[in-house]
């Protein structure tokens, strides 16, 4: 018996410590993911009636055959009908010029799209600015076919509202990228939302108890800003530890909640259907089981 109980304590022990090293290696790994795909991503801004900048919110951008996207939330873009939209280029507030597709607002009100995605075609003229600004997504850094469940770690990328300040003496502003990561909520916070796993990406969020790059306690900037930013998948730990590693865009994120504390994100499956349907010529889209009713 003292024997048996040894060996049992023994093995436990081994594989804590094998647990403990292999959450190790997957920290590193999820921190180095989230610098690599933080500048995936630009800040929307617009300006008020003084031409004084604010942040409106955080796009992706996008490579597909050449051509170069800014997808993000609708109601980010919504924006746009009262302001100018200028994001960063080269260091300096630039206005952005293409064309623009939503997804259709149910009975003319945001808030009953659930969906919530917007897909932006940078004009010509301004792609080499931004691909020395940026970093763009490609069809190879997407994953359409992800399901959320246990043990996978997603993150949410953008740029806090409440982390944009103002340059003292000028009408530019300051962005910083934060990112967020966590498990995918429960099956029942769905069902509160009225969602499903098969369109969205709900992930817990509290932002009073995060940790920081380096496992310190902090809480985390308001989510407001981070709406039109990227859902990442970073690392499945449902697979051998070999395998693990994903770091695919999956989703664009479309809000948070403080009842029930999550953010949630639209699959990107949706993106990809409205540019099939709006930019034809995009060749070599992958297929998805999105049906997009309006755009």
């Known amino acids: 018996m003292q024997i048996a109980l040894t060996a049992w304590f023994a093995g436990y ?18 921190n180095q993911s989230l610098q690599a795909r933080k500048n995936c991503h630009c800040p929307i801004i617009g300006a008020d009636e003084k031409s004084k900048p ?15 996207f800014i997808v993000s939330a609708a109601h980010v873009f919504d924006e746009n009908d009262i302001t100018t939209i200028y994001t960063f280029l080269d260091g300096e507030q630039q206005i952005i010029e293409g064309e623009v ?21 940078v004009c010509d003229n301004l792609i080499p600015k931004f691909r020395t600004s940026y970093t763009p997504v490609t069809i190879e850094d997407i994953e359409v076919n992800d399901i959320p469940e246990g043990k996978k770690y997603y993150a949410f990328i953008g740029h806090p509202a409440n982390k944009t300040k103002p ?78 590693h994903v770091n695919k865009l999956v989703g664009i994120g479309i809000e948070n909640h403080r009842k029930p504390k999550v953010m949630v994100g639209t699959r990107i499956g949706a993106v990809i259907e409205v540019i099939k349907r709006k930019f034809p010529d995009c060749m070599n889209l992958p297929e998805t089981n999105f049906e997009i009713n309006g755009v």
């Open 54 to 68: 604010y942040l409106v919110g955080t796009g992706v951008v996008l490579d597909i055959d050449s051509k170069l």
């Open 13 to 30: 022990t081994q594989m804590k410590n094998e647990l403990y090293k292999r959450l190790q290696i997957v920290k590193t790994r999820i």
């Open 167 to 244: 340059k003292y003496g000028t009408t530019k502003i300051k962005s910083e990228v934060f990112s967020y990561f966590g498990t995918v909520a429960y099956s029942n916070t769905y069902e509160q939302l009225s969602i499903f796993p098969y369109s969205h990406i709900v992930v817990g969020f509290d932002p009073k108890k995060c940790l920081d790059e380096n496992g310190t306690r902090c809480t985390f900037p308001k989510a407001k800003g981070m709406s039109g930013g990227g859902v990442w998948l970073l690392e499945d730990l449902n697979k051998h530890s070999s395998q693990s």
């Open 101 to 121: 597709h939503v997804t259709t607002k149910p009975e003319n009100d945001r808030n009953k799209d659930k969906l919530d995605v917007a897909v932006f075609k």
